[in-house]
């Protein structure tokens, strides 16, 4: 599969050869949908919690007696049927996330790749690299009609392309160990460099 290099200021730099098995899938939704589920789970904090009937601040003395009173029976104000009283089976203190494979986890990394390739979303640039101004990247990510767009780059990310980068709203920036399938199909478009390519490839095969 062939696609156009480009340039930042938008000039043609020669063309690169994808990978089909990486990019020339037929893209599933329920395999990226398992992934991204994986991933979303994974970073929720579950740090959620409620008091129980043991943990509410009131006295464990009897509210009143059990028998006379022509009322129902009952031990503690802490009893979840009072209020103020403790939550019964709310939420606790727990991790969200499950295991996915690796295998499965390489697999829904390719689809998303196939995904923006077969949606015309994916753009390969020649190098990310600039002198550091943010000005003259924002026109550069404007002139080539990028709005919501990422950038992977190879094993490292330029200093200063990511300098650049930091303070323009809606580019972002990664190396390619950072890639991931939720951060792929958030974005519009997909921008890979010739280095992001090739250890894309090294990583996935």
Do not use: C
Request: hydrophobic share 40%.
């Amino acid at each position: 599969m062939k696609l156009d290099v480009i340039k930042l200021d938008g000039k043609k730099a020669g063309s690169v050869d994808l990978d089909e098995a990486l990019f020339g899938l037929e893209p599933r939704a329920d395999i990226l949908h398992r992934v991204v589920r994986w991933q979303r789970n994974n970073a929720q904090a579950g740090t959620h919690k409620v008091k129980t009937r043991s943990e509410v601040k009131y006295s464990t003395k009897k509210i009143y007696r059990q028998k006379g009173t022509g009322g129902a029976r009952h031990g503690a104000r802490s009893a979840p049927i009072f209020r103020g009283g403790g939550v019964y089976k709310g939420p606790v203190v727990r991790s969200h996330g499950h295991d996915l494979t690796k295998k499965f986890r390489k697999l829904g990394l390719k689809h998303a790749l196939s995904a923006k390739a077969q949606a015309g979303e994916l753009v390969v640039i020649d190098t990310a690299a600039t002198d550091g101004k943010t000005a003259v990247l924002a026109k550069a990510v404007k002139d080539l009609g990028w709005k919501r767009a990422l950038v992977i780059d190879g094993a490292e990310v330029d200093e200063k392309f990511a300098m650049a980068a930091r303070n323009i709203d809606g580019l972002d920036i990664l190396p390619s160990m950072g890639a991931n399938v939720y951060d792929i199909l958030k974005r519009d478009t997909l921008v890979l460099t010739k280095a992001g390519v090739e250890a894309l490839e090294a990583r996935l095969k």
